[in-house]
């Protein structure tokens, strides 16, 4: 990791691990189902996709305070995605970055009404977004839709569910990771453009930047389940392999998955060429993502 | 059921259901899921709550299309929750309006995800209304949202299932019934308000009626429980009893709450005295409620 990339988390986690918990902390709803919803929360977590939104604002030096807002917005749709997850009808996953899943802790029940309230309090928190105009917020709203439901995250949850199953080909695997995890890092970098009132052809390119570097994230995801330990990585290691899940080293053996992930890196790096700005955060960002150990 | 009811169902009821279900069926997803979304939007129902959104624009002679969406936007959201509400982990049902359960059918993973793809479809269809002005949808989205999650159905669902263990008295068991099934009905009617650009006291009014309504609609379904059969309900009768479940009648006598459901009758139709309008139709509707008997 860069020593710019350092200090831009260091100075900007605090701020958005604040505003993610003071909007559920503000809210009046059943003190146990908000310690649900703050447990996952708290339970950690790189902040990529909020650090994402707030990198592309950076590169426009927008410095508004509501790109926290829509990153906390973002977070809570990942964080309710691994909540449900994790479920015993889901993965029936047990830990998760080290500490207790959600419904070891607080029951099935209300793990399964915490996701549905942070689903829908993300909604909720981007429409009351003040300073921003009415046009924009209905515009983040309307991507974050598409983004993390039927057609986007959850499409690619049911097709991941899917390829359990079965062996995926390539590009059936690729299509599983553009909806499932692509899809909301495309939104954190896509919604830190819209704020940031970016032109059709920057839009585009920081797109294309995101498609790729959602693919380059996932692979990497796929090469540390082989690669780390379960310490390093805070949940079960070598989960995929055992479970015979389809993965990027399954289909294309682990040096054939490194080289995949150099492409997609090397075409993130190939879109940020076509903005006029200085992208060096942007691609460091890139490389922290290529290289991260857990 | 009076005739004037019978004949605004008649014309809405198909117009309702084709937006409803056109909205799903466009969506690109894969088609598992698309199938057991559609599944638990197709299992019936009275349709209530778009029903509300239409009586309330007719209440203002507001004739636009886009009552039909966000009535399709609140139906999901109570589907959703219907769906999440029968898994095993919840309530347990395997069977809802004579059918067997989505994830009796689908799977609890594949209904988990459907529930959860209907909730974000529900904010994305509302944000994607053109012709209805975006400060507008944003403030229906805020409303749904607050509606919706924690601080309104989802906080209620969370409270009912602390009520399962324990003897609620009657301001708890009003507060889970406010939350639980109210907060949305509230929204079909407040968003009719919104979309026809009702007065600010004429919203009031309405909201009031709303909350009359939606205590009066959980009383009824309480007492029902007692008084109706299983093939009438199409859900097994006489359960909450069973249950040991917080009820009005189990409160009050099944007379008592005969009483109580009279006097919110009363107050719904008082609040619309002061809509200066003719609220025939609402009123008509409120005593439909009342006096249904599934």
Do not use: W
Request: charged share 25%; with cysteine; hydrophobic share 40%.
């Amino acid at each position: 990791m860069t020593n710019r990339i350092k200090e831009f988390i260091a100075d900007n986690l605090p701020k958005i691990e604040n505003e993610l918990y003071s909007l559920v902390q503000c809210i009046k709803a059943p003190e146990q189902l908000k310690e649900s919803m703050l447990y996952s929360l708290k339970a950690g977590g790189k902040r990529i996709r909020p650090l994402f939104v707030l990198a592309v604002c950076d590169l426009f030096q927008n410095k508004q305070q509501e790109a926290f807002t829509v990153g906390a917005a973002v977070e809570m749709i990942h964080t309710y995605s691994l909540i449900h997850d994790d479920l015993p009808s889901m993965d029936n996953d047990d830990m998760r970055r080290g500490k207790p899943t959600n419904h070891i802790v607080f029951g099935e029940a209300l793990a399964t009404l915490a996701g549905d309230a942070l689903n829908t309090l993300s909604f909720g928190i981007l429409a009351r977004m003040e300073n921003v105009p009415s046009n924009q917020r209905v515009e983040l709203i309307n991507l974050l839709s598409i983004a993390s439901g039927a057609e986007g995250m959850v499409g690619g949850q049911v097709l991941d569910i899917d390829g359990e199953s079965r062996q995926l080909n390539l590009p059936e695997l690729e299509h599983v990771h553009i909806n499932k995890t692509g899809a909301i890092l495309r939104f954190s970098i896509e919604s830190g453009a819209v704020l940031s009132n970016a032109s059709e052809e920057e839009r585009a390119a920081l797109v294309e930047y995101a498609h790729h570097i959602g693919l380059a994230f996932q692979i990497q995801d796929d090469i540390l389940d082989i690669v780390a330990t379960s310490e390093e990585l805070g949940k079960t290691a070598g989960k995929d392999e055992k479970s015979n899940k389809s993965t990027y080293p399954a289909l294309l053996t682990l040096e054939g998955a490194k080289q995949k992930l150099e492409e997609h890196y090397h075409f993130a790096i190939e879109a940020l060429e076509r903005v006029e700005k200085d992208t060096s955060l942007l691609k460091e960002f890139a490389q922290y993502i290529v290289h991260r150990n857990n």
